[in-house]
């Protein structure tokens, strides 16, 4: 039961375009949200999270987009740059519950 | 200084043994996990532990066994190696409050 999906397996985006990334789940008891970034023989690395008190989260050329009512959050990457190309992965918890649930990743593929 | 080190980065074993993957943390973070990424590439978390307290335990074969000798360390012990154990496994930590987990960078297990 995969509670956190990411349907789009991988995604090729021109230097300084955007890059969207897109993220659904299922249970509505989550209440935030983050995105990990995984580069090859490396452990994921946080990036950005959203709390569900919030639709909007933004640092720098990263933003992330919540829509509680369509189970849906989405991460822009505005410019995205060739260091931006790595595995993203959406995750989704309770607070207060050390039970984190991931998405199987979106290979982001950013063309020179 | 890394954070969360895991050890041995590749292991590759025969069916039947057993082995252990060591996890060490340095940022006093109260709260360390294992990972399974499977085939499908989701990070699946098998084991928990708070205060050497297991508190989440999904349905792993009791030949996984998870030891944490003190805070900064949760070990992973895996007895009669299986083909199916094939996989990288992550370790990584966490501290209550807060979001977002820190990641160890993999250990890749190959079963033969």
């Known amino acids: 039961d995969q509670q956190v999906k990411q349907n789009s397996p991988s995604l090729s985006v021109q230097e300084g375009r955007i890059s969207i990334l897109n993220c659904d789940y299922t249970?509505?008891?989550?209440?935030?949200f983050l995105w990990y970034k995984k580069y090859p023989a490396e452990g994921p690395t946080f990036l950005i999270s959203?709390?569900?008190?919030?639709d909007k989260n933004e640092d720098g050329r990263f933003t992330v987009f919540l829509n509680k009512s369509a189970k849906h959050l989405s991460l822009h990457i505005v410019p995205s740059q060739p260091g931006d190309s790595a595995v993203y992965f959406c995750?989704?918890?309770?607070?207060?519950?050390?039970?984190?649930?991931f998405g199987a990743g979106t290979r982001l593929t950013v063309k020179p | 200084d890394t954070a969360v080190s895991q050890t041995p980065k590749y292991l590759v074993t025969q069916m039947g043994n057993d082995k252990s993957i060591k996890c060490e943390q340095n940022?006093?973070?109260?709260?360390m996990y294992w990972y399974k990424q499977d085939s499908k590439k989701f990070l699946k978390i098998m084991f928990s532990?708070?205060?050497?307290?297991?508190?989440i335990n999904e349905t792993v074969p009791n030949r996984f066994s998870p030891k944490s000798p003190d805070k900064a360390h949760l070990n992973l012990h895996i007895n009669s190696l299986e083909l199916g154990d094939s996989a990288v496994y992550f370790c990584?930590?966490?501290?209550?409050?807060?979001?977002?987990?820190?990641f160890g960078s993999g250990t890749r297990l190959t079963v033969v």
């Open positions: 940022l006093g973070h109260d709260t």
């Open positions: 959203i709390s569900s008190i919030k």
């Open positions: 990584a930590s966490s501290q209550v409050g807060q979001y977002g987990y820190t």
């Open positions: 995750a989704a918890g309770i607070d207060n519950n050390n039970d984190m649930r």
């Open positions: 532990y708070n205060n050497k307290e297991l508190i």
């Open positions: 249970n509505s008891m989550f209440d935030y």
